[in-house]
């Protein structure tokens, strides 16, 4: 090409590759099924949309839908394993721990298990001494298969310290590069359009701190579409946090890749 000519930029989205591979028309049909036609993953891997907008990761009604009335927050569980997710603070934010109760016998057609949370761990202007302890007594009340905390900044020594004082646990340092993030809530906004996740909502969750402070957290939270990654943060004002919704993503992620024994039956 000449010096200063534009490379030629050729862009072509699904239905056209479709039309020259039949396998691909088919995987993609299973795309519009496991993550919606109408989604934003599906929009920018396949149709080409470049989306660069902000918007609200779930709206109000949505969010609504997701809360069981029936269910009261749940101290302790010993029945089946759980899995937490802890996000460490940062400057002025909070640590928050969220155990989530998995139900593993029974995924749907594709795979993803039922989540219901438990309950809510909030600390904050603790010394970490302090903080590791009250960590160690939250998982303690729960039969817990693993533990995911965001190794950014002090997570990663966090996570190092938390292994050692549970042995027993899987403790995991997760990363929070944007293709990791993007997989937590990509994976998230999955189980929510899928009615595969649920948060107490009974009247005595709902008049608790925890509980409120989850509920706005979430309803001011933003999706973020920076370049083919999906994040979500709070807004850039004061008093806008997100550690609740960080704490529910890095829970729900450490669930992606199980999957359910297969059994071999001899003849």
């Keep these: 090409k000449k010096r200063g000519q534009r490379t030629a930029h050729f862009e072509y989205d699904w239905k056209v590759a479709a039309k020259y591979n039949d396998n691909y028309g088919k995987f993609i049909n299973k795309e519009k099924v496991r993550i919606g036609e109408d989604s934003d993953e599906f929009r920018m891997s396949y149709l080409n949309h470049w989306m660069l907008e902000k918007g609200m990761f779930v709206t109000e009604e949505r969010l609504d839908r997701l809360y069981d009335t029936s269910m009261p927050l749940v101290p302790e569980w010993w029945r089946t394993p759980i899995v937490i997710g802890i996000d460490v603070a940062r400057s002025n934010d909070s640590t928050v721990a969220t155990a989530v109760w998995v139900d593993w016998d029974h995924p749907d057609g594709l795979g993803f298990f039922e989540h ?3 309950n809510w761990l ?23 298969l693993r533990v995911g905390i965001d190794a950014q900044g002090v997570g990663g020594a966090v996570a190092e310290r938390l292994a050692l004082l549970l042995p027993d646990i899987e403790v995991m340092g997760l990363s929070s590069d944007a293709k990791a993030q993007n997989e937590r809530w990509v994976h998230l906004t999955e189980l929510i359009q899928r009615d595969q996740l649920v948060i107490p909502g009974h009247s005595k969750a709902r008049r608790t701190r925890r509980w409120k402070k989850f509920n706005q957290q979430m309803v001011d939270l933003e999706r973020i579409n920076r370049g083919p990654y999906l994040l979500a943060e709070a807004p850039e004002e004061r008093g806008a946090f997100d550690d609740y919704p960080d704490s529910l993503a890095l829970a729900c992620c450490l669930t992606v890749h199980d999957v359910m024994p297969t059994v071999s039956v001899a003849e």
Aim: charged residues 35%; proline residues 0%.
């Design 116 to 118: 219901r949370v438990l």
């Design 122 to 144: 909030e600390l904050h202007d603790t010394d970490w001494e302090s903080q590791y302890f009250k960590i160690v007594d939250f998982v303690r009340n729960y039969d817990v």
